[in-house]
């Protein structure tokens, strides 16, 4: 019997999945060092978490999202997109707030 999948569907997943993979180790870093590098104070003045527990959530995802392919999860387990929205949510959320929170701009 013949196949209605071509041959190489499964290199196309596995590569496509592994990009997917190396953009949210990306993501992770350039939102964790984003994270690093900013003031501690201005955390409470836009009304979110601590800097300590971003740093906590950013890490901890970088960390799952980087070994879970050793674990058996495959590249794009649960925990590397629940990874990639906590860093979603810092760089399109809190990021704007704090830039505008540090040149002191303001929401309004």
Same mark, same amino acid.
């Given at each position: 019997?013949?196949s209605?999948?071509?041959?190489?569907?499964?290199?196309?997943?596995?590569?496509?999945?592994v990009?997917?993979?190396?953009?949210?180790?990306?993501? =992770?870093?350039?939102?964790? *060092?984003?994270?690093?590098?900013?003031? /501690?104070?201005?955390?409470?003045?836009?009304? /979110?978490?601590?800097?300590?527990?971003? #740093?906590?959530?950013? !890490? !901890? =995802?970088?960390?799952? /999202?980087?070994?879970?392919?050793s674990l !058996?999860? =495959?590249?794009? !387990?649960?925990?590397? #997109?629940?990874?990639a929205g906590?860093?979603?949510?810092? *760089?399109?959320d809190i990021?704007?707030?704090?830039?505008?929170?540090?040149?002191?701009?303001?929401?309004?």
């Amino acid at each position: 019997m013949v196949s209605a999948v071509p041959v190489f569907y499964d290199d196309v997943e596995y590569y496509i999945q592994v990009a997917v993979w190396i953009f949210c180790l990306v993501l =992770g870093a350039a939102a964790f *060092l984003h994270c690093v590098v900013q003031r /501690t104070d201005a955390f409470p003045a836009i009304g /979110t978490m601590s800097k300590s527990i971003w #740093l906590a959530l950013i !890490g !901890g =995802g970088e960390l799952l /999202t980087a070994i879970s392919p050793s674990l !058996g999860l =495959g590249h794009l !387990g649960i925990f590397s #997109l629940i990874a990639a929205g906590i860093f979603a949510v810092y *760089l399109l959320d809190i990021r704007p707030a704090l830039r505008d929170a540090v040149d002191g701009h303001g929401s309004w």
